[in-house]
């Protein structure tokens, strides 16, 4: 149960038996994957404590200010998995997110074309002389001069149903075969068994949800296979294309292919899409940085990345991912760099070289 931030920290004082149970600093590394959240918190408004002395799963409640001037209570843990699939800076704080929700407007008919309009009014127009050509209808016959009904056979002078056969006399429903003299159904062909007669009947079986793709364009390729998706989203990062230019420029590899078949559905494909994909070695590339507003690749997103290399191990690939602005590494092969700069493509290829060694991976370089 969250508690306030004074509560709280008197409470780690009497645990820890210390007046400053956590230091300045002591969740600084922490924390810095959070740029966005560290400019929002507000040492005045919680008790003088500072974001680093403060643990990211702690269970309290802070007290945040974001850029529009809205202070609104959160835990660090509801802070840190708050943006989802929007990428805007509102996604940080509740209101300005709420402020920011499309509103659906009040439905209306829709107007037709002022062409179709014109037809019909046209169309109306011209139907006019022929009403007025056809004859009266008080020229017609009356419902009066019709033959009266009286005249009619009566239903009393039909037979008495009384003479007809009393249902009493028709065989008695018991003595039908009642549905316990059915044959059970347990001997019905089961639906386990479809297989087996679609097969002797010549056509394919039915197929089942698991073995049905999750998205009808991926194509049916092994585990493993890396291919070119219709699917994957276009490149939109320049420092992405930049990284591509630098490495296409000291490593031979097979340009174009931006997919990799998977073995589990990953959200609605059965396939992944990394930044950079080098087939020859089995190796998957990406790039991770916070972003500009400081959203990508932290909370959720995070975890859809863990995912994603799990994904790809569970293939037999490797995942390198070079991890920018503080982000801290997620798998063993990641590196740590401030930025793309000269020492970016060496680093990738020493990385490289402990992961395939040094035979395979210098046989592809560029003379």
Known sequence: MPEPIAAWWARRQTSRGLAVPYAVGSYREAWASYPVLVRQYRPEHNGGIVLSQIPPAADVWLCWL??????????????????????????????CSE????RALPMRPPMAPAAAVREQAEAA???????????????????????????????????ARASQPARASEPARASQPSRASEPARASQPSRASEPARASRSGRAPRPT???????????????????TSVCAPKPASAVEAELRAELTARLEFEPGLNAVRVGRPFFDHVEVWPDIVLSELRV????????RHGLEHVGHRETADRRK????????????????GKLPPLGPHDL????????TVPLLLDEL???????????????
């Open 284 to 291: 998957a590339i990406e790039y991770d940085s916070t972003g």
């Open 66 to 95: 974001c850029d529009a001037g809205h202070v609104f209570v959160a835990t660090p843990d509801e802070q840190r998995h708050r943006p989802g699939r929007e990428r805007r800076r509102s996604s940080w704080c509740p209101t």
């Open 353 to 367: 070289r402990a992961i395939r060694g040094p035979l395979l991976v210098d046989a592809y370089l560029r003379p």
């Open 309 to 324: 290399d799990a994904a790809l191990r569970a293939a037999g690939w490797q995942v390198v991912r070079l991890r920018t």
């Open 209 to 227: 949800r698991a073995s049905r793709p999750v998205c009808d364009k991926t194509p049916v390729l092994p585990t493993g296979t890396p291919f």
């Open 99 to 102: 402020l920011a929700a499309p």
């Open 336 to 343: 740590q760099l401030s930025g793309l700069t000269r020492q």
């Open 125 to 159: 127009r011209s139907s006019e002389p022929a009403r007025a050509s056809q004859p009266a209808r008080a020229s017609q016959p009356s419902r009066a001069s019709k033959p009266a009904r009286a005249s009619q056979p009566s239903r009393a002078s039909e037979p």
